[in-house]
Nanobody, 123 residues
Framework: QVQLVESGGGSVQAGGSLRLSCAAS????????MAWFRQSLGKEREGIAA????????YVVDSMQDRFTISQDRAKNTVYLQMDRLKPEDTAMYYC?????????????????WGQGTQVTVS
């Protein structure tokens, strides 16, 4: 089992920044990717960014590459999502996920472990 705990969400004005953190614990060796997803009311959970925990490869959705950055601190088993120039449409619950990914690192179906989520509200 892998436990994931997100933090860093909150309310911010449009144009502001937030940095989300996801701390992993437990059997962290049972994963090769960690990712961030988000879900707003009435919408599907969508993948935003992912990182290969071993090789460090990073993937960010094209439409967000100019504003969102994913990174990790391997020593702390923690993954971060830096979000800049936030927009009201970024308002959502943000989830961290971990898993052994074989195909699409931004597909929710690839991940077995999920955090409880952290709310981001942009006004």
């Amino acid at each position: 089992q892998v436990q994931l705990v997100e933090s860093g969400g909150g309310s911010v004005q449009a144009g502001g920044s937030l940095r989300l953190s996801c701390a992993a614990s437990g059997r962290t060796y049972g994963r090769n990717c960690m990712a961030w997803f988000r879900q707003s009311l009435g919408k599907e959970r969508e993948g935003i960014a992912a990182i290969e925990t071993g090789g460090g490869g990073k993937y960010v959705v094209d439409s967000m590459q100019d504003r969102f950055t994913i990174s990790q601190d391997r020593a702390k088993n923690t993954v971060y999502l830096q979000m800049d120039r936030l927009k009201p449409e970024d308002t959502a619950m943000y989830y961290c996920a971990a898993g052994w990914v074989n195909r699409n690192v931004l597909s929710k179906h690839e991940y077995d472990y999920w955090g409880q989520g952290t709310q981001v509200t942009v006004s």
